[in-house]
């Protein structure tokens, strides 16, 4: 298992150094920004209006120059996803709820899409958790 570990590892960190590289060469420091690193997946910050350049992004991130050169006929397999918060369901779980009674949506990328302020919808989410809580009391 560790060969396999360790480069895979070694294939996210030469991904990492390509992308920074684009980004770089092509002056996107404004519009896009590497986030996180999550195991496999490499989060990005991208401004709405360019979110079609992650047809780039995809490209990069098969890394056909770097496997060419050494040899590699393996293609890698990258999916790209678009979405309006990688980690807000993770940090507050009832949140699809909360968007469900107070925007009549199941997606909480409706917060989004309605351009709503984030920090307003956070005090208004915990707002209404605590009248759920008396609620149940």
Not at 2 to 30: C, H, R, S
Not at 83 to 94: H, K, L, Q, T
Not at 99 to 109: H, V
Request: aromatic share 10%; hydrophobic share 40%.
């Amino acid at each position: 298992n560790t060969p396999i570990q360790g480069t895979a590892a070694d294939l996210m960190k030469i991904a990492m150094v390509k992308m920074d590289e684009w980004i770089e060469d092509n002056n996107y420091q404004d519009i896009i920004k590497m986030v996180i690193t999550m195991h496999d997946e490499i989060c990005f910050r991208i401004k709405k209006t360019h979110v079609d350049m992650v047809t780039e992004l995809e490209e990069i991130m098969t890394l056909k120059p770097v496997l060419g050169k050494i040899g590699w006929d393996v293609p890698l397999a990258v999916d790209v996803e678009i979405g309006n918060s990688w980690d807000i369901d993770f940090e507050y779980p009832d949140m699809v709820e909360y968007c469900k009674e107070k925007f009549n949506s199941d997606k909480i990328a409706v917060i989004y899409e309605e351009d709503k302020n984030y920090y307003e919808i956070i005090e208004d989410f915990n707002s209404w958790m605590k009248a759920k809580k008396e609620e149940k009391k």
